[in-house]
């Protein structure tokens, strides 16, 4: 059973390591926080701690200036749940982004993350619309 102390730490631990790599851009503080066999997941791809810390450096260079609002960060256990929308630097769009990271030991074990750009948001919803005279679920 979870306790609340866990939570708390678990949540900090996710907080720190996102503040510091939006307010320096310094990957390498976010590495530290990364388990040695850390996976990240997305709906397009899994990528290994080598791999994704090297898409964050490359993203880092043209998301500079990016603006971060976190709307709400849910924790359970090991799983911390963070909810933020993002807006991109000159005058790109603004996206909305849930990510869940699993921590263990102390470190983030793993991340799933969901990109979703918010002008967007309506039209990915069309699959949700049932078809005219469609019953119920």
């Known amino acids: 059973m979870p306790t609340e102390d866990m939570t708390t730490d678990n949540t900090s631990i996710v907080r720190q390591a996102l ?3 939006i307010a320096t851009g ?6 530290s926080s990364l388990s040695d066999d850390f996976v990240h997941h997305r709906p397009d791809a899994t990528r290994t701690k080598a791999d994704w810390l090297a898409d964050v450096r490359a993203a880092l260079v043209p998301l500079a200036g990016m603006q971060v609002e976190i709307r709400h960060v849910l924790a359970n ?3 911390v749940v963070m909810h933020s929308r993002r807006r991109l630097p000159a005058a790109g ?3 909305a982004v849930v990510d869940i ?4 030991d102390g470190l983030i074990a793993e ?3 969901i990109i979703e750009p ?3 948001a309506t039209a990915h919803l069309t699959w949700w619309e049932r078809p005219s005279g469609a019953a119920g679920f």
Request: charged share 30%; no cysteine; net charge negative.
């Open 101 to 104: 990271w699993r921590l263990d």
């Open 93 to 95: 769009p603004e996206i």
């Open 26 to 31: 310094d990957v390498d503080a976010l590495a």
């Open 19 to 21: 503040a510091a790599l």
């Open 77 to 79: 256990g090991d799983h």
């Open 118 to 120: 918010v002008a967007e």
């Open 111 to 113: 991340a799933w993350e």
